[in-house]
């Protein structure tokens, strides 16, 4: 009996195992369900050129912007010097901890919870020396260095979500890959006319700028 | 064993798959990976413990990996105390599994919190080495890891020694969970080289060469030198994917077994100088410890009594002295000597109590201080404009550029030999490597010949204008306006102008010169433009047969 256990535990184990490698081999399936974490080993981070760091601001009542992450009480740095807000990629769980934030402090009336996204190329990561023997000139100071922001989350002071946009990196993406007026002419070119009733619709242009500030200005708190 | 070997058993799949998986042997292996591995796993949990209602209760933000994976929170969550307290449970059984004391519960207990702990926070707490780690609880779990050096096992012998029967030889058990964690790390390589196979950057080496300038995990600070050098990252990949992929192969015995460890421990110490990985190898190489066979634990039990003898004097009658001597266990007043499940039980009980208490006084949240709960940290309104309004900027062509480097040799398409003076007949190659994201683009090099300035187109070099600020002014279509009064450096004579279309894919480009005589000898400067705008600059030095730079 014991042993029949043991035999029905190794197959099952070695089954789940070789269910992993095939689906991440071939891509099959590997996001299907949380549970393929723990069998698919795609261990590879920081494969962009740009580092990400993400900041969370709330807008009170009176006009006045707090920070709403880290927490007051301090923060916490699982793997280095970086807070744990900044290994949320996909800025999934911010406004959680956000809210969770909020919730245990004494503020004022919250009517707004910013997600913002900051990156900058990871060259200017690399210490003074090693700069100076790669460029040959001197590192640029923090304040020259060229940092790019995007709205990523917008929630009002209760935690309900009012907006998300699509992350900076496909952001830009998308930027550089519409930034052609021969692909523009065509996607123009292939749709089919159709008058909506009278309400504006964005143009191309205006749909891939969409999370600009200019756009975040002019419909504050639309659903 | 010789008849095992001759049986016709031996010589079937199923025969060999058996003695494979579930041969008898005293579970040395095993005992190591059992007590090093709990220890590894509780650093990461004593780190987190003071944060656990923030990070694993309802009284806090959880960061549950069903919610990244669009699943929602599949995972039950506890009022804040109860998540301490189970908390301070986790690390108890981590304490009590690695020394082996109610081994199988302890494992149980672990196996159970600790995949659950991590899944509850993803952003600080769930990693594939605490994937890895919670694998390992699994099968220390259904195994029988404390049969040998363990309080477990100690007891058994006070036991036996109490009833007057006589010690029994190692004890000994079936082999599948060490084959299991043998496998389980092969499998874990495996499937990290297939990641690598679907990452064509890795093996250009851009990969890495990022990763190195990346600074989410701890200091790395030998790994930002190999910027210098990114070719040594194309050799390094194909060397560690051939490992990968043998590992689970030819990992199993002799040479073989030799090459894989050392190769993995090589690889691992690596990855802490260069990518600042410090728990992950932890947890890797405390795995490799499965490898370990009884002939393994002999040859160390004789390096062991060797050392002893020669470094305290240690005799065979001095050594058969201490083993007569009674145990920590024997020593024991009688009426320390609980039953081991009440005593486990009244242990685990108590620290968790203490958890839960010493939680309490430390007031995570604030929420009992004299002056009342904390308050928001203010932000500048100067700071939440840069935040929200300056979102969304093309990226300058400047931060398009990574790298602008020369020389003559190139491996894996990497210059290797950067350099700054030349040869006549060289063959310089100008390497330009790219920031993705970046559009197609038309990139620039011109070739200034810095000493002879007749003839030719003149460039010159302005200072750009700035407002009462001191801030760059930009024009319409975002690049800097010159002051054209301003004459900063003649750069000499442009002696030859060439560029590319790079497409959006291309992570680098070259631009050849082929240094024959007719360049003469002198100093020269590669100017490399985008967008009709400079990003970078090269000053190098041709040199004649002689080895001299002639000047005019």
């Known amino acids: 009996m014991k042993k029949s256990l043991a035999v029905a535990f190794v197959c099952t184990y070695l089954s789940v195992l070789s269910f992993g490698i095939f689906a991440h081999a071939l891509s099959f399936m590997q996001g299907s369900h949380p549970a393929m974490y723990f069998i698919v080993w795609d261990m590879f981070c920081g494969w962009s050129a740009y580092s990400q760091r993400f900041h969370v601001i709330a807008e009170g009542e009176s006009g006045e912007w707090y920070e709403a992450a880290p927490g007051p009480w301090g923060s916490f740095q699982p793997f280095g010097t970086l807070d744990r807000r900044h290994y949320d990629s996909f800025s999934a769980h911010l406004p959680n901890l956000a809210m969770n934030n909020l919730r245990h402090t004494a503020h004022e009336p919250i009517t707004r919870v910013f997600v913002v996204e900051e990156n900058w190329a990871k060259k200017y990561n690399m210490p003074e020396d090693v700069w100076q023997r790669q460029y040959g000139t001197v590192k640029p100071r923090d304040e020259q260095i060229t940092r790019y922001h995007r709205v990523r989350r917008v929630h009002s002071g209760d935690g309900s979500p009012l907006h998300s946009y699509t ?57 | 064993m010789p008849a095992l070997r001759n049986s016709g058993e031996e010589t079937t799949v199923l025969g060999r798959l058996q003695r494979f998986f579930f041969a008898e042997e005293v579970p040395y292996g095993l005992a190591i990976v059992r007590i090093l591995m709990p220890l590894v796993l509780l650093i990461d949990v004593i780190e987190r413990w003071p944060h656990a209602r923030e990070h694993f209760s309802t009284d806090g933000a959880t960061a549950q990996i069903s919610v990244t994976y669009g699943w929602g929170k599949l995972m039950p969550e506890f009022p804040g105390t109860v998540a301490v307290a189970l908390f301070t449970l986790l690390a108890f059984s981590l304490v009590t599994l690695s020394v082996g004391w109610r081994t199988r519960i302890s494992a149980a207990i672990a196996c159970v919190l600790y995949p659950y702990f991590t899944t509850l926070d993803s952003l600080s707490f769930l990693t594939k080495y605490t994937v890895i780690g919670s694998h390992v609880l699994l099968l220390l779990a259904v195994s029988e890891c404390g049969l040998v050096w363990s309080v477990d096992a100690a007891l058994e012998q006070r036991r036996r020694r109490a009833k007057g029967e006589p010690a029994l030889a190692p004890p000994t058990t079936s082999a599948f969970a060490r084959r299991l964690l043998q496998l389980l790390i092969g499998y874990t390589y495996f499937g990290a080289a297939i990641t690598k196979m679907h990452t064509p950057a890795f093996f250009s080496g851009d990969q890495l060469l990022f990763w190195v300038n990346t600074h989410v995990n701890h200091w790395h600070g030998v790994g930002e030198y190999f910027t210098l050098i990114p070719w040594a990252f194309s050799i390094f990949a194909y060397i560690v994917i051939v490992w990968e992929v043998l590992f689970l192969f030819i990992g199993w015995r002799g040479v073989g077994r030799t090459c894989m460890l050392t190769l993995g421990v090589l690889f691992h110490l690596g990855t802490t100088l260069i990518l600042g990985l410090y728990i992950f190898p932890m947890v890797c190489i405390t795995v490799y410890f499965a490898f370990t066979n009884a002939e393994d ?51 685990a009980v108590a620290v968790t109590l203490l958890g839960v208490q010493g939680e309490y006084l430390m ?17 500048g309104i100067e700071r939440a404009r840069e ?41 310089l190659y100008a390497q330009v490597t790219f920031n993705p994201p970046h559009g197609d683009m038309w990139v620039q090099c011109d070739l200034h010949d810095l000493v002879r300035g007749e003839g030719g187109k003149l460039a010159y070099e302005y200072e750009f204008l700035r407002d009462e600020n001191g801030d760059y002014l930009k024009d319409e279509e975002g690049n800097y306006v010159p002051d054209k009064t301003t004459v900063r450096a003649k750069l000499g004579t442009i002696i030859d102008e060439v560029g590319h279309v790079v497409t959006r894919d291309r992570m680098r480009t070259n631009f050849g010169y082929t240094l024959g005589q007719s360049l003469e000898p002198g100093r020269y400067a590669l100017v490399l433009k985008t967008k009709g705008r400079e990003v970078g600059r090269k000053i190098f030095t041709v040199l004649d047969d002689n080895g001299r730079a002639l000047a005019n």
Request: glycine share 6%.
């Open chain 2, 387 to 427: 935040l929200l309004l300056t979102a969304n900027g093309a990226i300058t062509p400047e931060d398009q550029i990574f790298s602008f480097d020369m020389g003559t040799t190139t491996i894996g398409g990497v210059l290797v030999d950067r350099r700054q003076t030349f040869k006549q007949g060289d063959c």
């Open chain 2, 297 to 347: 634990v002999r040859w160390a039990a004789i390096q062991f009594r060797r050392a002893r003898e020669r470094w305290f004097g240690e005799t065979a009658r001095s050594r058969r002295a201490r083993r007569l001597q009674p145990s920590l266990f024997d020593r024991l007043p009688a009426a320390a000597r609980i039953p081991a499940p009440m005593a486990f039980a009244a242990a």
């Open chain 2, 363 to 379: 007031d995570p949240y604030g929420l009992r201080r004299a002056e009342g709960p904390y308050t928001l940290k203010p932000v």
């Open chain 1, 167 to 223: 992350p900076w990196h496909e952001y830009q993406v998308r930027v550089l890959v519409a930034d052609n007026p021969r692909l523009i002419s065509d996607m123009r070119r292939g749709k089919s006319f159709y008058a909506p009733p009278a309400r504006w619709m964005p143009s191309v242009q205006e749909s891939l700028a969409e999370g600009s500030a200019k756009e975040f200005t002019a419909r504050p708190n639309a659903n």
